[in-house]
């Protein structure tokens, strides 16, 4: 079943009782698999870091994983080579191991009890060191530092942001009457749970700050849009009409949010202030409006619409004015999102009898189908734009999937213990 046909059926459904948490540790951790990986991958070397030996051996088993998951760089064995910044590689060698990059470093003690991560980066080819940085850790946060070594590398080998520093929020149903929000590092690990409900959550998006997330739970007997501040676990109420409340999706300025609200009969989309005041009314036919996604200007919302016969994809001026369609391609186009460039929209589109990722440039209109599954939905950019992440379902169960734009990368990221679904790419750290 589509996100749309989803979403449709879970706004009907009557909510009984939920409670909100602070973020607390989940039961189950995503697993990630690697399905596919790129054509042209970068051989790449990590020397075990040298200093505190358990600090170095979570930092640059992290760094590897990230590096490796990312489809784009093949890991040369160190065979157990410890090398840290300071000390000058045998660039010979790395280069009759395969290593076209080289990346050294070390954990050290710092002040009040922390511990100080270094590394340098090297093209071994070149002999010539590509940068490095110096940051204060802990033992806590030895993974956090790994993913920020991760980030660094992948940036100066690709000329583009890594993305292993960011987190995911998705959804677990697990039993027949519990659904859990989770939040999660990129690569599925530290899961925390911010909310537990016995009805379900819907459609969480990040704030652009990253600070905070909109859902729609469905702890009133009916749908109501919450604001969750993730550092003080406090949420807000933003839209609890008459009707159904659903669908938010954040302005790029992270002040406003567009929701899908019934009010006024129907489906329509309203912008409304991220405190919950302000509600303006931007569509006004009486078709089913929803989905709401903004560009990154914020100049342009797009949506799903049945105004022409069937689900498809339109684009409107926030500011008013003709509304456009966009998807012509087959009948059902739904869940519009629009990569962090502005270049390209991935949406669900059925093909073939089933419900798959399909990603358009904005530009040719040109429309590329990324799976080959049959029940895609809920589809989210990972911040830097190379990646997808959407719901899917294998074996009876619900999975979350990441694809690249060009279909080669893929992984599989899945519970054990329950249904992965509805999930939301956050934004970069500031």
Do not use: C
Request: hydrophobic share 40%.
């Amino acid at each position: 079943m589509s996100g749309f046909a989803i979403k449709l059926r879970f706004l009907r459904l009557l909510a009984l009782a939920a409670f909100a948490l602070l973020l607390t540790p989940a039961h189950g951790q995503l697993t990630v698999e690697i399905t596919g990986a790129g054509a042209n991958r970068i051989p790449v070397a990590i020397a075990e870091f040298g200093g505190d030996a358990a600090s170095s051996r979570i930092v640059t088993s992290v760094i590897r994983a990230d590096l490796e998951r990312s489809g784009l760089f093949r890991m040369v064995d160190s065979s157990g080579v410890a090398l840290t910044e300071a000390t000058s590689p045998a660039f010979g060698d790395w280069k009759s191991r395969g290593a076209d990059a080289l990346a050294a470093g070390s954990i050290g003690a710092s002040d009040n009890g922390r511990q100080e991560a270094r590394f340098r980066l090297y093209d071994v080819n070149k002999q010539a060191a590509l940068g490095g940085s110096a940051f204060v850790t802990s033992k806590t946060m030895l993974r956090a530092a790994g993913h920020r070594i991760a980030d660094i590398i992948y940036e100066k080998l690709t000329g583009e942001p890594g993305v292993f520093s960011t987190r995911v929020a998705y959804v677990v149903r697990a039993g027949a009457a519990r659904y859990e929000l989770h939040i999660a590092d990129a690569d599925g690990q530290n899961a925390q749970v911010a909310l537990i409900s016995r009805e379900p959550i819907i459609s969480p998006s990040w704030s652009p700050d990253g600070g905070r997330l909109a859902y729609v739970s469905f702890e009133n007997k009916k749908p109501v849009v919450y604001v969750h501040s993730l550092a003080s676990g406090k949420r807000v109420v933003v839209a609890n009409f008459k009707g159904s409340n659903s669908a938010p999706a954040w302005s790029p300025d992270s002040r406003r949010l567009a929701v899908v609200l019934s009010k006024d009969g129907g489906s329509q989309i309203f912008l409304v202030n991220a405190d919950g005041s302000g509600a303006q009314r931007l569509t006004t036919d009486t078709a089913i409006n929803t989905e709401p996604n903004f560009s990154p200007d914020g100049q342009h919302l797009y949506f799903t619409s049945d105004r022409g016969g069937s689900p498809q994809i339109y684009r409107m001026n926030i500011g008013g004015g003709d509304v456009q369609r966009v998807s012509f391609e087959g009948t059902y186009n739904v869940s519009p999102r629009i990569s962090p460039d502005g270049k390209s929209m991935a949406f669900i589109s059925r093909r073939d009898g089933g419900f798959r990722l399909s990603v358009m440039d904005l530009a040719s209109r040109q429309v590329q189908v990324l799976t080959d599954s049959n029940k895609d939905e809920s589809p989210t950019f990972s911040p830097n734009g190379r990646m997808v992440l959407i719901a899917t379902e294998m074996g009876g169960r619900g999975v979350l999937s990441a694809v690249s734009l060009d279909g080669r990368i893929k992984q599989r990221l899945s519970i054990p213990a329950g249904d992965v679904r509805e999930p939301a790419w956050g934004p970069f750290n500031r």
